[in-house]
């Protein structure tokens, strides 16, 4: 048997699925997304540290990565990677705009 525990409100949770095979990994006191209690929070790997829900329905979405491009040198180097990547013109320039805001801000 796997635990989990919610992040916002503390609740634990268990099931037999792995945290990969969770069909709602989903806190039902809360709805915020639950993580394995095995997880140390002060890991410095790849962890949940934002809950992403769709402005459209505000149904969770899992398997993204958040990037806080205001705080992160990696994060806006992203920005620049992924407006290189993408065939989405006006995508790309906003992209770059807003890391070369954010660039000059953070070399004030």
Not at 9 to 24: G, H, M, P, Q, V
């Amino acid at each position: 048997m796997n635990e989990y525990i919610c992040p916002n409100c503390k609740t634990r949770s268990y099931s037999s699925a792995t945290y990969e095979n969770l069909k709602d990994p989903v806190c039902g006191e809360c709805g915020a997304i639950v993580v394995p209690a095995s997880e140390p929070e002060e890991r410095d790997g790849l962890k949940i540290k934002y809950n992403v829900f769709k402005v459209e329905n505000g149904e969770p979405v899992f398997d993204c990565f958040v990037l806080r491009p205001d705080r992160d040198p990696a994060a806006r180097a992203a920005l620049r990677a992924y407006a290189a990547a993408t065939q989405n013109a006006d995508l790309a320039a906003d992209l770059l705009a807003w890391a070369e805001r954010l660039e000059q801000e953070a070399a004030k």
